[in-house]
């Protein structure tokens, strides 16, 4: 193994995205890291190491080139735009002019297909709806009592099952109310811009990593390093990755996702306690999927009102979800449809033509035997990536959910936890992770501080005991500008090595 570095803090995981290191146009795109990090940097903790596992930044935020336009694998929308508090991200977009567009969710129920082609009438549509919402609020108002779901509720016929996918696997996925949208606003916006979601997150870390054309030349951010061991207790953390490199420092964040912290991919010595791992065993993980679809020319309606349709099957959440990408991206021909969970998973795990085959049937179910075949599908694999392991974080619906969310966020020993899922109110979104990045970061900042100030008041009595003692022992024979001026040279105690060689903090926190 070699031994490579120590630094006052590591922050494990730094989604990188765009494309490798060495090629051009490499753009970071991490938010969460970039945020603590740019945090921690500002407050004169210059000493960072960040290790990312993968040969890229931002995690899941990631744009790849599909059909000659950049599209967003990962996190898309900035959502929750307009409210009565402002959206961090949305603000960020608006000071950088990032290219959005705004996505109307609520036209997709006019736009419900059968399998013969027919769009269901608008009035029974608009009633399946209401229904599906009256009962989803009763089952969550339910499953917070613990009671079980009542019968009436659960879906039967596609419409209807189509519109249970729709509510719970989208808008009603979460515990109701949903902060992101009653706190930031109900808005939400598309990112169209070829420069990608992670355009702001390039921004964000130029102000403290060393980047040129795109690129960043900053040896504190290591790629490709795997992290598989970490060793902690309350003096240190010693980190060891899958290449054998060594790395050892005062302090961790560790930002993985919680996918990542159920696997086995990090084991902890010792292991973490009880509390923690019972603590990350309880979130539900969502493992949502976008597949892209690129046709030679458009056959599907378009208009504002058309961004979005429905499919409804007798199989709930089969290939549910359209959206076409010509509002963004108009002439693009690409087409969007979204799996969640099991369906995801099941796509995963078959071939691509396999999918694209399955998605075709569909799309010739809702417009007829005369569309031409897609000339290229995507598909994402958030669930089969050991990086990942899912899409996002859900909070169970449990009565001691702040308990949950506490003992998730809480450090062990010097491990600092941050991510999506540590978000008290945002959990799940982009800027939520933004803001557990800035809140992990000062809570650290806090206990390095503390930690300093502790060490100051132990080593001023260390400078005291001896002029104690000889005080004690001489008191009667000394006059008081003696015992003064005698003092210092008698205690040669080297105070900034003491302060500074160990723990290393930076003058700036002191
Ligand atoms: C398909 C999809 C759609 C989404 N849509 C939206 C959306 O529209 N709007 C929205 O706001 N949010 C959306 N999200 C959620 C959003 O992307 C995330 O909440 C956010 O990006 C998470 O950021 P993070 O920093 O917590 O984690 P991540 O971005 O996952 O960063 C974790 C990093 O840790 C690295 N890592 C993992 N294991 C190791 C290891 N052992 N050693 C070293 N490094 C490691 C990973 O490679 C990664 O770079 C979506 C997510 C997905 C997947």
Redesign the pocket.
């Known amino acids: 193994m070699d031994y490579t570095s120590r630094s006052s803090v590591i922050i494990?995981?730094?989604?990188?995205s765009g494309e490798n290191r060495h090629r051009n146009n490499s753009l970071l795109s991490?938010?969460?890291?970039i945020a603590a990090a740019k945090v921690l940097a500002e407050n004169g903790v210059k000493d960072l190491m960040i290790?990312?596992?993968?040969d890229r930044?931002?995690?899941?935020?990631r744009k790849e080139n599909f059909g000659g336009l950049s599209v967003e694998?990962?996190?898309?929308?900035?959502?929750g735009v307009g409210g009565r508090e402002s959206n961090p991200v949305w603000e960020l977009a608006s000071k950088l002019g990032l290219r959005t567009c705004f996505s109307d969710y609520s036209n997709a129920r006019f736009n419900i297909y059968d399998r013969s082609g027919e769009i269901f009438p608008s009035g029974i549509a608009a009633d399946s709806y209401k229904k599906a919402v009256d009962s989803a609020i009763q089952n969550l108002r339910n499953q917070e009592l613990g009671e079980p779901p009542s019968s009436p509720s659960i879906p039967k016929t596609p419409i209807e099952l189509a519109i249970d996918f729709i509510l719970h696997d989208f808008e009603m996925a979460e515990v109701e109310p949903i902060s992101t949208f009653v706190d930031l606003g109900e808005r939400e916006f598309l990112v169209a811009d070829e420069r990608g979601y992670e355009y702001l997150l390039y921004k964000m870390a130029e102000d403290f990593l060393h980047t040129w054309e795109g690129k960043i030349l900053d040896s504190r951010l290591q790629l490709n390093?795997?992290?598989?061991e970490l060793h902690h207790s309350n003096s240190g953390v010693t980190v060891v990755t899958e290449d054998g490199c060594i790395y050892e420092a005062d302090y961790l964040i560790l930002?993985?996702?919680i996918g990542?912290l159920q696997s086995d991919?990090?084991a902890f010595n010792p292991p973490l306690p009880r509390w923690k791992s019972e603590a990350i065993e309880k979130l539900d993980l969502i493992v949502?999927?976008?597949i892209f679809l690129k046709f030679p020319y458009k056959f599907w309606p378009s208009g504002p009102e058309k961004e979005f349709f429905i499919y409804a099957h007798d199989r709930r959440g089969y290939y549910t979800f359209w959206q076409n990408m010509e509002n963004a991206y108009p002439d693009s021909n690409i087409l969007v449809v979204t799996l969640t969970n099991e369906e995801s998973k099941r796509v995963e795990a078959q071939s691509d033509t396999e999918t694209l085959k399955e998605a075709m049937e569909v799309l010739r179910d809702m417009f007829g035997p005369d569309i031409p075949n897609a000339i290229d599908i995507l598909v994402?694999r958030?669930w089969n990536n050991r990086?990942?392991r899912g899409?996002?974080s859900n909070y169970p619906i449990v009565s001691n959910n702040l308990q949950l969310l506490q003992n998730i966020k809480a450090p062990v020993d010097r491990i600092f936890f941050t991510?999506?899922?540590t978000s008290e109110r945002f959990n799940?979104?982009?800027?939520?992770?933004y803001l557990?990045?800035i809140d992990t970061s000062k809570s650290l900042l806090e206990e390095m501080n503390r930690e300093i100030k502790e060490r100051k008041s132990e080593s001023q009595s260390l400078m005291l005991e001896p002029f104690r003692a000889c005080t004690a022992a001489s008191l009667t024979n000394l006059s008081q500008t003696d015992k003064v001026s005698s003092s210092p040279h008698k205690c040669d105690i080297p105070t900034q090595k003491y302060l500074s060689g160990k723990v290393g903090f930076p003058e700036a926190i002191l």
């Open positions: 494990v995981g730094a989604g990188v991490l938010l969460l890291r290790l990312e596992a993968s930044i931002g995690g899941r935020i694998l990962g996190a898309g929308w900035i959502a390093k795997v992290v598989r930002s993985v996702s990542v991919l990090i949502y999927t976008k994402p958030w990086l990942q899409s996002y991510g999506e899922h799940g979104y982009v800027h939520g992770a557990a990045g």
